[in-house]
């Protein structure tokens, strides 16, 4: 009994942060229950390990590896686990009663407002679209290892670009439309200009920067092997369902009524368009065919 309530009273102190609410929600996760708390450890314990290598790190690539390594992959993992995490963490956020506002001072008043006017049920059905689509593996392959990759890419470009490589995987071969874009995304008038207006503006200049980037058919090849594989094909086929679809619609409704009074815009023609880029096949068939034999490929093997 006295071991029992040693174990309690240490299980109290390290949760302090969580509270006694989301403490149980965690517990009924049953062999997901110390997850949580497993998560929490392992950002406290390296996370000091974390910042000296992304400060010591000589490259945007490397960068953006230490920050999937350490920060994005263990709780995508997590949640591949054990999907439960979301349900039992929205609930801990809609009854949060933890020390968290108590202990940093912070007004808890604006925080209990948006927990009661978010659509927990459209938030939810997004989450676990994308642990979804983010989990399992594809063609050998492990999805959270393939996803993880691709966003680090970002930093290859980067790289690249900084040594004045001229070459498929660098912001300089875009450097027209790159000015295009960021000429426009600095040109907004907030006073003038409409939110629809705005959006429709820039995702006409993305999109032309998108389609030299990705379906130019000097760099098509290249570009959809450094990326596009099974697991990200797979990726943005579920989170881009139409049942996916429809749940994005309804939480930025319901976001947006949280932060402005005015009526919500209708960005479908924006939202559209960005849509459409996601269809990498569609997107670029008029000029490259790689991304279609790429789905031809993974359709092939089931993945």
């Not at 797979?234 to 369902?241: D, F, G, I, N, P």
């Amino acid at each position: 009994k006295q071991w029992y309530q040693r174990r309690v009273a240490i299980t109290a102190g390290e949760n302090w942060l969580f509270g006694c609410k989301c403490v149980k929600e965690f517990r009924a996760l049953g062999d997901c229950k110390a997850k949580p708390c497993q998560l929490f450890r392992h950002y406290r314990e390296s996370g000091p390990a974390a910042l000296n290598s992304f400060l010591n790190s000589e490259s945007y690539e490397e960068r953006y590896q230490i920050i999937m390594k350490y920060v994005f992959d263990p709780i995508s993992r997590a949640l591949c686990e054990c999907p439960g995490m979301i349900g039992a963490s929205t609930n801990c956020a809609r009854n949060y009663d933890g020390t968290l506002f108590t202990f940093t001072r912070m007004d808890r008043a604006q925080f209990d407002s948006v927990v009661e006017e978010i659509d927990w049920k459209a938030l939810k059905t997004i989450l676990h679209g994308w642990v979804k689509g983010g989990c399992g593996e594809k063609n050998g392959k492990d999805c959270v290892a393939e996803l993880s990759d691709m966003f680090s890419i970002s930093g290859r470009w980067l790289d690249n670009t900084f040594r004045g490589e001229d070459s498929c995987q660098s912001l300089i071969r875009l450097e027209e439309e790159f000015t295009v874009y960021m000429e426009t995304a600095f040109s907004f008038n907030m006073t003038t200009d409409t939110v629809k207006s705005v959006a429709n503006k820039f995702m006409d200049v993305y999109s032309d920067m998108q389609r030299k980037s990705l379906c130019d058919p000097s760099c098509a090849a290249e570009v959809m092997d450094s990326f596009y594989s099974c697991c990200v094909k797979h990726s943005l086929e579920v989170t881009l369902s139409k049942p996916m679809r429809k749940n994005y619609q309804k939480l930025f409704r319901n976001m947006w009524g949280l932060f402005s009074e005015e009526k919500v815009p209708n960005l479908n023609s924006a939202v559209n368009k960005y849509l459409a880029m996601m269809d990498l096949d569609g997107f670029c068939k008029d000029q490259t065919n790689v991304y279609g034999e790429r789905n031809e490929e993974c359709e092939s093997l089931g993945a």
